[in-house]
């Protein structure tokens, strides 16, 4: 993958939709990931905004991915404990089980070829379907590139 052009899509991608206040979502990951690569490959982050993630932490998350248990398990990303609620064939959607937040929060991870993308938003069914439209566009760019 170009680096050049991840970190193009990224810093514009992400200058539109995540962070601020009244930006679709609150944060979002991208992380190094290859699934058919050797078991000492390790993930790393490779962007991130609105968040400052903890390799190690990153690290379970990354396990939990690759068991492939997503109905059996939670996970966290920082603080925020996550229940799978949703499975599809690239991507999955997942609530906090301990948000204080009263319409709630919400992930979305896609996996594309060589990454994950993780995006965390606030609110409920709304949130995350305008949430999941900005993941997909996201991965359609990265995806442009591979064509």
Known sequence: MDWVF???????WASNYVGSSGQLLKAALLINYDPTGPSRLLST????????ANPIELSQFVDFIKRNKLQMETFFIGPNQYIVTSIHENWFGARCMNTSRPAGEGAIVMQT???????????SI???SRAMVVVDQFAWQLGRKNL
């Open 6 to 12: 991840v970190n193009e899509i990224w810093d514009k």
């Open 126 to 128: 709304g949130s995350a």
């Open 45 to 52: 982050i490779a962007e991130q905004e609105g968040i400052k």
């Open 113 to 123: 070829s060589s990454f994950l993308l993780v995006a965390l938003y606030d609110g």
